[in-house]
């Protein structure tokens, strides 16, 4: 059995921390977020391949992960000439495979069940199973109706507000057999959301859903992208390198730096190579990336650093995210809407 990792998007709602950094490879805490999704298709034993569909910087992907190496499964990576939608790089990616495909929306962090999730569909000898997860506000997503023994019996992507009758969405992860995909149309862009499943439950194909009341975000939002962060913090969400330890005191990489008088309060990470100084406080629930320096005095919480980023004396960064390579000056305040992009720098007393 194969997987797909649907990797080919953007991020512009992350900009700018996706102009450099694709967001299948932004970090959650010390690692690449697709490692989170790579561990847990490591459920499903018959998967011998991993396929990363992608589009935008594919080279900066690739330099990630290589060959799979450190991930423990085979990985190859297919380019699309040019982006092909959801449903298009899903076809131009299984092209000559056969046998029942696994896909993730690389951008959604979730314990779902895979191993029961491939049994729905096998027991159903379903053509396509689709994993639901309620919200409360499915404006965002895709609003999935089911009949009572969970047959799809619409799917509408990006309802209005007044289009709103469950609050069932798709979660972004399906499990699908490739002699369905001959209705995708070759090398144009097609959505697997707006014309795809729409055509499965028009034709009576048998489509069904597998809800997921556990873990799910989709990281794809810098609200969503540091909620995921505080939940793994909290415990909600087990993965890389929060399985077990107590998070709710500092976890601190045995190769960074904290000199006496610094304070560390939980939950907060700090990363190899970074180096915290004296009278510098940091946490609760902020992340230090690797090679960052805080310096004397100044104060990070419940922000996220990217590698070698400096905040200076007296600084103040609450809330915000940092890209890799920034300074913030000396006295410097930031607040919870900042995100700076990588190599910002940020003059003394600066206020944002
Ligand atoms: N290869 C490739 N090519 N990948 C793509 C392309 C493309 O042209 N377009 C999007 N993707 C990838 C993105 O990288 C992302 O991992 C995934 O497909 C979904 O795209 P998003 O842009 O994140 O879509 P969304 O979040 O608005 O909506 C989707 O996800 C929701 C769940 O998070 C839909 O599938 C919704 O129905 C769903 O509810
Ligand atoms: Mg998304």
């Excluded at 990363?271 to 915290?276: N, P, R, T, V, Y």
């Excluded at 930031?334 to 992009?341: D, E, Y």
Aim: negative net charge; charged residues 20%; contains cysteine.
């Amino acid at each position: 059995m194969k997987a797909i990792l649907l990797a080919g998007g953007k991020g512009t709602r992350l900009r700018p921390l996706t102009l450099n950094t694709p967001k299948p490879v932004v970090p959650i805490f010390d690692r690449a977020f697709l490692h989170y999704q790579i561990e847990r298709l490591h459920q499903i034993p018959e998967i011998d391949e991993v396929i990363l569909s992608l589009n935008y910087q594919p080279r900066r992907i690739e330099e990630v992960f290589g060959a799979g190496e450190g991930t423990g499964v085979r990985l190859r990576y297919v380019v699309e000439p040019s982006p092909l939608g959801t449903g298009g790089a899903i076809r131009y990616a299984a092209q000559g495979i056969t046998d029942t495909i696994v896909v993730f929306n690389g951008d959604v962090m979730t314990d779902v069940d895979l191993p029961a999730l491939v049994a729905r569909h096998r027991d159903a000898r379903a053509r396509a199973t689709i994993v639901l997860t309620p919200v409360y506000n499915p404006t965002a997503y895709g609003l999935v109706e089911t009949s009572p023994d969970g047959h799809v019996t619409r799917f509408l992507e990006k309802p209005a507000a007044h289009e709103i009758t469950c609050n069932t969405i798709n979660a972004g992860i399906y499990v699908l057999e490739p002699e369905t995909f001959d209705r995708i149309p070759k090398d144009v862009n097609y959505s697997i959301e707006r014309a795809y499943f729409p055509s499965l439950v028009e034709r009576g194909e048998t489509f069904v859903s597998h809800i997921h009341h556990g873990y799910w975000i989709d990281i794809g939002t810098p609200e969503k992208y540091l909620q995921v962060h505080r939940d793994m913090f909290d415990g909600k969400f087990a993965g890389g390198l929060f399985t077990t330890a107590d998070r709710t005191r500092p976890v601190v990489s045995p190769e960074a730096r904290i000199d006496a008088g610094a304070v560390l309060e939980g939950p907060c990470f700090i990363d190899a190579g970074a180096h915290i100084k004296p009278g510098a406080t940091i946490g609760p629930y902020a992340v230090i990336g690797r090679g960052c320096v805080v310096e004397e005095g100044a104060r990070v919480s419940g922000a996220i650093l990217w590698p070698n980023t400096r905040v200076g004396e007296s600084a103040t960064v609450d809330g915000s995210l940092v890209g890799r390579g920034c300074h913030v000056g000396r006295f410097a305040r930031l607040g919870p809407t900042v995100m700076l992009g990588d190599k910002t720098s940020l003059t003394d007393f600066t206020q944002a």
